[in-house]
């Protein structure tokens, strides 16, 4: 079957965020959206996504665990998993791999944990938009053994980007899966990148607003409507070659 999906969505945990980003907020802009699939990826942190997933609970929604993690070459990735239990091993590995840091509320934004009320319960003090000591191979590592799947974030983008910090993706990295920002045209990137064919692509928000959340324009062909159908076929490269 075919779902919508937007896996690119950043809440208020994230200081680069807009504080309307919390849980009811994004679960009902989605619903309303019409989007069948999201996953909540913040930078370097998962604190808000059991507050979330508690607002989808019943709701005809599936909310995939994720983080959006710098690996130490300062190249985001979007890391997603089967389930919180996952995402939450990999969020103490990644406290452990993170400078210490303070965070300057003044400065960069408040860093705010949820529950699923849209009540603030706490801030992250540590500045979350940092680089981890953790290289891209290792990232990669860590998340498969704990079931997930790594996508390189906005590979068409100048800044955080592997192919603008690294210049290439090489094929021993393993990767299936690659994220083409909501605003490049994916047709000319591809055409003047015809390496990146082989890979599967996904285009998401990466909202940090509420009405950057994507509405139901991006769409997946999925066993059912789950999470391990979604990471299933995120593990998977195209077919097309070059």
Request: charged share 25%.
């Amino acid at each position: 079957m075919r779902y919508s999906v937007d896996l690119h969505i950043h809440t208020a945990l994230s200081p680069c965020a807009d504080r309307d980003m919390t849980p009811n907020n994004i679960v009902n802009m989605a619903i309303l959206k019409g989007l069948d699939f999201i996953s909540i990826t913040d930078h370097n942190a998962a604190g808000n996504i059991q507050s979330i997933m508690e607002c989808a609970k019943g709701k005809d929604l599936t909310v995939i665990p994720g983080m959006e993690i710098e690996s130490s070459e300062e190249v985001h990735v979007l890391c997603y998993f089967c389930d919180i239990y996952a995402v939450k091993e990999m969020e103490k590995l990644i406290n452990r791999h993170m400078p210490n840091i303070e965070n300057r509320p003044d400065i960069f934004g408040s860093q705010e944990l949820y529950d699923s009320k849209d009540e603030i319960i706490g801030y992250q003090n540590r500045l979350l938009l940092t680089a981890t000591s953790l290289p891209i191979n290792r990232i990669k590592a860590e998340v498969e053994k704990l079931g997930g799947v790594v996508v390189p974030s906005h590979v068409d983008r100048q800044s955080f980007s592997i192919i603008s910090n690294l210049g290439f993706i090489s094929e021993e990295m393993g990767f299936a899966t690659i994220e083409i920002s909501k605003h490049c045209d994916k047709d000319e990137f591809l055409r003047k990148n015809p390496d990146l064919i082989r890979y599967k692509s996904i285009t998401n928000s990466d909202a940090h607003h509420l009405f950057e959340i994507s509405e139901a324009d991006e769409w997946v062909d999925l066993v059912d409507k789950s999470a391990e159908s979604m990471i299933s076929y995120l593990k998977v490269k195209n077919n097309i070659v070059k």
